[in-house]
């Protein structure tokens, strides 16, 4: 099993400072990668896919690098409603697998 | 439009059964392999099971396998998930989720609790 660790587990940001989250794969993933947001009480949101294309509607100061076992997502200028929980996820191999997730709050 | 929907969540008894569905409309869910994904409280997400559009080739993962059945009915558009010897450690929110292979939709969840 590919194990996905996210770190920090708690991110304290000011609104409008750039948020940077990272997420190690166990083995290579390949691009094979995506982040999910998931705020309390809603379903997870797809915002990223193949390591770095956005999905639809997912607004441009969200970008996604990184290929093989490091990745990254970055959120350039935070807004309100971007304080979530930040997921990523590998679909290269089963069984499927999350990180544990990242804790982005306000500071 | 196109959402998926959940239903079948509820209390249960430790070795009780429990038999989720998940409707989908707005598009042709028979097109897609289809997953459920669970979070339980205070924890991150876990992938539970998988299937493939036709029904053919199924996943689970360990924590649930033998225990949990994924099925679909396309003429329903309709995933299932059937638990068995349910335990407490299965109390979560149950997301069916359609993968294109990232989870680009999601249902709003179903509660299931396991609990005497």
């Known amino acids: 099993e590919i194990v996905m660790t996210q770190s920090p587990a708690t991110l304290s940001v000011s609104p409008g400072e750039r948020a940077t989250l990272s997420c190690r794969a166990s083995?290579?993933?390949?691009?094979?990668l995506a982040w999910y947001q998931q705020i309390p009480g809603q379903a997870p949101r797809l915002l990223i896919y193949g390591a770095s294309t956005r999905a639809t509607g997912i607004p441009a100061r969200f970008s996604g690098s990184g290929s093989g076992t490091e990745f990254t997502l970055t959120i350039s200028s935070l807004q309100s409603e971007d304080f979530a929980v930040y997921y990523c996820q590998q679909y290269n191999n089963w069984p499927l697998t999350f990180g544990g997730g990242t804790k982005v709050e306000i500071k | 439009e196109v959402q998926l929907l959940e239903s079948g969540g509820g209390l249960v008894q430790p070795g009780g059964s429990l038999r989720l569905s998940c409707a989908a409309s707005g598009f042709t869910s028979s097109s897609y392999d289809m997953s459920w994904v669970r979070r339980a409280p205070g924890k991150g997400l876990e992938w539970v099971s998988a299937i493939s559009s036709s029904g053919a080739a199924t996943y689970y993962a360990d924590s649930v396998k033998g225990r949990f059945t994924i099925s679909r009915d396309n003429s329903k558009n309709t995933l299932y998930l059937q638990m068995n010897s349910l335990r407490a450690e299965d109390t979560a929110v149950y997301y069916c989720?359609?993968?294109?292979?990232?989870?680009?939709?999601w249902g709003r969840g179903t509660l299931v609790t396991v609990s005497s």
């Open positions: 989720a359609k993968r294109a292979p990232s989870f680009d939709l």
């Open positions: 083995q290579s993933v390949s691009s094979n």
